[in-house]
């Protein structure tokens, strides 16, 4: 399935030659920086998904008592009880010291990482429906070979992880029992040098949801696959509110370096040949820089099934992936896609297919802006609906009514600010999408968000605009 990429690549090398001219956006000062590179202070307006990390995040409880406290070799008396007197980082990773009660950690607790950690951090426990294990390392930095590993363990948060520049493994959940209810926020990896942030393998992996983290590659690998996240089988996969950079350089053959993968589960351990499944992605702000042209993408959604949802992103491609893909969705068994209000800028050169449907399946395209020097909308055979966007590349394929092709007017493309100047045609010109499947379309970042942890406005009840962004009250 991998190699569908460079097959793409080539299929539509007509439609690349042919591309509408690149259109230009009148550009303006910035109303404000979308990104930063350390962890932000989140804008008071709108609600961001959840608060932003802090201290006050271990005052949990531990059996009726303050939260345990873990170091990387003890301090202290080691019972947990303080910073001075933390327990080593070994007894959160021996089973034993789970779910027996007294002194051990038992679902609803919270465990609180402080100081340099540099030893591996394996789940070797669970906690339960309505009472999460939270581990928390808001207080802590974790060294660049610090990796995370889950197996056969459910209902279970991690936290304010903050690694050190540089990281080089993974987190990786699988196994044959795979991992349920897992939820990543408000992690920070930066200059990565690794394979994959997130490498999920099983067929029984499920509900795990990333949500508020700064993931960003490092530029000098170039012997290796980097995707940032990546699922192999599973369902339920949950990634929201979060920004991504692919700086990713590598040029072998081989190599396919994409935001977010997923593909059908193949022989590993827990496999049974199922694709991946209902995906969110919502909320997050996408960046492509790459110094290389084949093999890169903003997603590569491959071999999937069930339904799910694209909507409320915001995607930069500066360089890189002009012969690979922006974002690319295929067909599986009776897959549904949803694509809503997404703002997509394409420098000329970059990410050749910049939205990239091929069949089997349905897909539906409402209230999406893309300004490309190349390849834009594209549907293979795919039963689509594309209504309502703004395509200033050129329509392609998408002949359904109310679309239009103006520039849609950024704010800076510059800069990466895709909010929409007063006089943009997108304004006001896209149409409402009920919510369904418990999610919300008539949300979005707010024109005054940042990222990671946008915060997020909800679209007017009657009049919505063409987009990702809901202007701020």
Known sequence: ????????????????????????????????????????????????????????LCTGTLNGTTAMWVSQSGAGAANGTTTGNARALSYLTTPGNWGGGGAEIDPGDTVCLTGSITGDIDMAGSGSAGNVATIDGTNATLGTAVGVTCGGRSYVTLTGFTWADGLSTSIEFGGASGCQNIIIENCHAHAMNTGNFFYGQGSQNSNITIRNCSLEQVTNSTAQQEDILKFEGGSNFTIEGSRLVLRANSNCVDCHDDM?????????????????????IRYNYFTMDSTQGSNKSVLQ???????????????????????????????????????????????SGTCQLTWYFISPGTATFKNNIIQSGAATWYSNDMTSTCTFNDIAGGLQDCSGSNNI????????TGTGDLTLQPTSPAKGTGTV????????FNSGPCTTATWPNPALCTRNASTWDMGAFVVTP
């Open 1 to 56: 399935m991998m190699g569908l990429k460079a097959k793409i690549g080539a299929s539509v090398s007509a439609l690349v030659a042919v591309a509408a001219l690149y259109l230009v956006g009148t550009n303006r000062a910035p109303s404000a920086a979308l990104f930063q590179l350390a962890p932000p202070s989140n804008v008071n307006v709108g609600a961001p998904l959840v608060p932003p990390p802090s201290a006050s």
């Open 260 to 280: 977010i993968q997923t593909y059908q589960c193949g022989g590993g351990t827990g496999c049974n040949g199922s694709p991946p499944s209902n995906l969110t």
């Open 301 to 347: 959604l491959e071999g999937g099934g069930g339904t799910n949802y694209v909507y409320g992103n915001v995607t930069r491609c500066i360089q890189g992936a002009g012969s690979g893909n922006g974002h690319a969705f295929y067909g599986g068994t009776s897959i549904t896609w949803h694509a809503y209000n997404n703002s997509t800028y394409a420098a």
């Open 405 to 412: 092709t103006s520039t849609p007017l950024f704010t800076n």
């Open 433 to 440: 999408v009920s919510n369904l499947g418990g999610q919300t």
